[in-house]
């Protein structure tokens, strides 16, 4: 809905390179020559022919190469249409927006480069708190103002010291950035509290049962998150 001068953002997340340019675009069968519509030609369409301001933004996040990117140049036109290998062309609204959150570039081609703005950001610039905020306000209504206040404090104290001892006492069996490591203790955390997942009207902890729950998902979250990755 619109406040203001802001409008509500649709967010369609996928990773390109995890699935194949049929599942990705859309493909005939072999043997019936069907057509069977891809996921992205999917969300693209469905976006297309929502008639509301709601901003709708198709993020690839995922490694950018020449297999797929390429399909996407006239869609990163201004003309901002898709074409299928169906012989369907599919227009994009003005809400729409397509954006790419790879890695690296490395084997993007000048056309796909010169076609979209550039937003660069090393690990280190961004930080983990950046993260932890954003993630503190998708947290279910029953978590408080004093466990999120809580949840924060854990975070900066312990995060932080557990990964610099990592980097520089320990060897990781797979390599990770640290907003990563941030990311899988959050990710964990949310998946643990079944207790606060619940109407406002039926939850049962009083605050204290509540932090004691909030202080042993963290420090159980922190262990199999952060701290074992070595």
């Known amino acids: 809905k619109k406040t203001g001068e802001l409008y509500e953002v649709r967010q369609l997340i996928m990773n390109p390179k995890s699935i194949t340019m049929g599942q990705l675009y859309g493909s005939f069968d072999e043997n019936t020559h069907e057509w069977t519509d891809g996921i992205l030609s999917t969300l693209v369409r469905q976006c ?93 209504e029953t978590v408080s103002e004093a466990n999120k206040n809580t949840i924060e ?33 959050l990710k964990m955390f949310e998946s643990l509290i079944t207790p606060f997942k619940v109407e406002p009207n039926k939850f049962a902890l009083d605050e204290k049962a509540a932090l004691t729950v909030v202080e042993g998902v963290f420090l159980f979250s922190l262990t199999w998150s952060v701290c074992c990755s070595v």
Request: aromatic share 8%.
């Open 48 to 140: 297309s022919n929502e008639e509301n301001e709601h901003k709708k933004w198709v993020i690839c996040d995922g490694p950018v190469d020449a297999i797929w990117i390429e399909s996407m140049n006239t869609v990163l036109d201004d003309n901002k249409k898709l074409c299928l290998v169906s012989g369907e062309i599919i227009q994009m609204s003005s809400t729409m927006n397509m954006i790419f959150e790879p890695q690296d570039l490395e084997v993007a081609s000048p056309a796909t480069v010169s076609r979209c703005g550039m937003v660069y950001y090393e690990p280190h610039q961004i930080g983990l708190y950046p993260s932890l905020s954003s993630w503190l306000n998708t947290l279910p």
């Open 153 to 185: 404090s854990l975070f900066k104290w312990l995060v932080p010291p557990a990964i610099k001892f990592i980097r520089r006492e320990l060897k990781e069996v797979s390599p990770s950035s640290d907003i990563q490591l941030g990311w899988s203790l």
